[in-house]
T-cell receptor, first 113, second 112 residues
């Protein structure tokens, strides 16, 4: 069974700190990996998508990497701000038929002002 | 361009009642998905569709049915609601030739 794991489940950091969120997956035959942000009671906002042929993607203060051989992806957030407080979900497309996503359970981030 | 919309936003049902959740997208996407999210967990795939008139089971399909009569709409039905179906339901869509999925705002369903 394909699984996606996110560690830690929760993280609290002071404002301005650089931080890394981790995501691991069991199937190295991954097509792409997507990082989402979810605010409490809200839907999912796509942050970055890394295709299997890519190693990383950047958007502003966010950088996501993908290492298929080790089954890991990381989301790097530079100079964190209180507005970054949210739950971050990673999800992998590892099914050839469905092209659906397998989600991790998320990392809840709190950035303290 | 509204993206992916879901109706209703909130609903409370009694055990045994039925209801239909509507997902609509205006991006002409071929693929559509229904996921559920339970507290402290990631999203799990219920059913999906790769095109108009087609549907298929996902990871947790029991107790749900779906229909895709029009390309822009994907309906999720609960024939006889159970408390275990209390959850937040998300719809998503994507084009056939691109990988990024676009999500709706969710429907919060409580079954008492």
């Amino acid at each position: 069974k394909q699984e996606v794991t996110q560690i830690p489940a929760a993280l609290s950091v002071p404002e301005g700190e650089n931080l890394v969120l981790n995501c691991s997956f069991t199937d190295s035959a991954i097509y792409n990996l997507q990082w989402f942000r979810q605010d409490p009671g809200k839907g999912l906002t796509s942050l970055l998508l890394i295709q299997s042929s890519q190693r990383e993607q950047t958007s502003g203060r966010l950088n996501a990497s993908l290492d298929k051989s080790s089954g890991r992806s990381t989301l790097y957030i530079a100079a964190s701000q209180p507005g970054d407080s949210a739950t971050y979900l990673c999800a992998g497309d590892m099914d050839t038929g469905r092209r659906a996503l397998t989600f991790g359970s998320g990392t809840r981030l709190q950035v303290q002002p | 361009n509204a993206g992916v919309t879901q109706t209703p936003k909130f609903r409370v049902l009694k055990t045994g009642q039925s209801m239909t959740l509507l997902c609509a997208q205006d991006m002409n996407h071929e693929y559509m998905y229904w996921y559920r999210q339970d507290p402290g967990m990631g999203l799990r795939l219920i059913h999906y569709s790769v095109g108009e008139g087609t549907t298929a089971k996902g990871e947790v399909p029991d107790g749900y049915n779906v229909s895709r009569l029009k390309k822009q709409n994907f309906l999720l039905g609960l024939e006889s609601a159970a408390p275990s179906q209390t959850s937040v339901y998300f719809c998503a869509s994507r084009p056939r030739d691109r990988y990024e999925q676009y999500f709706g705002p969710g429907t919060r369903l409580t079954v008492t």
